[in-house]
C-alpha cells in the first residue's frame, strides 16, 4: 500500500469518527431533550432585555458612513447576560 492510500484510509477513519462522535453526542442530547417535562424545558429558558435587544438591532442597522459597528462582540455578550457562553 502506498504512503497516499494510507494517508487518505487515515484521513476517512478519522472524519468517520468524528461524523460518529457527532451523530451519538445529537444522539443523546435528543433523547434528554424529549424525556423532559414540559416544566424542565420552560425552567431553561431565559429572559431577556427587550430594551437591551433593541440597542444592538440598532446598533447594526445604524445606517452611518462607518463600516464598524459601536457595540464590541463582548459587550453585546455582557448585555446578553453570558448565557451560555464562557
Do not use: C, N, Y
Given at each position: 500500500?502506498?504512503?497516499?492510500?494510507?494517508?487518505?484510509?487515515?484521513?476517512?477513519?478519522?472524519?468517520?469518527?468524528?461524523?460518529?462522535?457527532?451523530?451519538?453526542?445529537?444522539?443523546?442530547?435528543?433523547r434528554?431533550?424529549s424525556?423532559?417535562?414540559w416544566?424542565?424545558?420552560?425552567?431553561?429558558?431565559?429572559?431577556?432585555?427587550?430594551?437591551?435587544?433593541?440597542?444592538?438591532a440598532?446598533?447594526?442597522?445604524?445606517?452611518?458612513?462607518?463600516?464598524?459597528?459601536?457595540?464590541?462582540?463582548?459587550?453585546?455578550?455582557?448585555?446578553l447576560g453570558?448565557?451560555?457562553?464562557?
Amino acid at each position: 500500500m502506498s504512503l497516499r492510500s494510507l494517508v487518505f484510509v487515515v484521513l476517512v477513519g478519522l472524519v468517520f469518527t468524528a461524523l460518529s462522535g457527532i451523530a451519538v453526542r445529537i444522539a443523546l442530547r435528543s433523547r434528554r431533550s424529549s424525556q423532559a417535562t414540559w416544566e424542565e424545558l420552560l425552567g431553561r429558558l431565559v429572559p431577556l432585555d427587550r430594551e437591551k435587544i433593541a440597542a444592538i438591532a440598532l446598533d447594526t442597522i445604524d445606517d452611518s458612513s462607518h463600516e464598524t459597528f459601536m457595540l464590541e462582540p463582548e459587550a453585546i455578550w455582557e448585555m446578553l447576560g453570558r448565557h451560555g457562553r464562557t
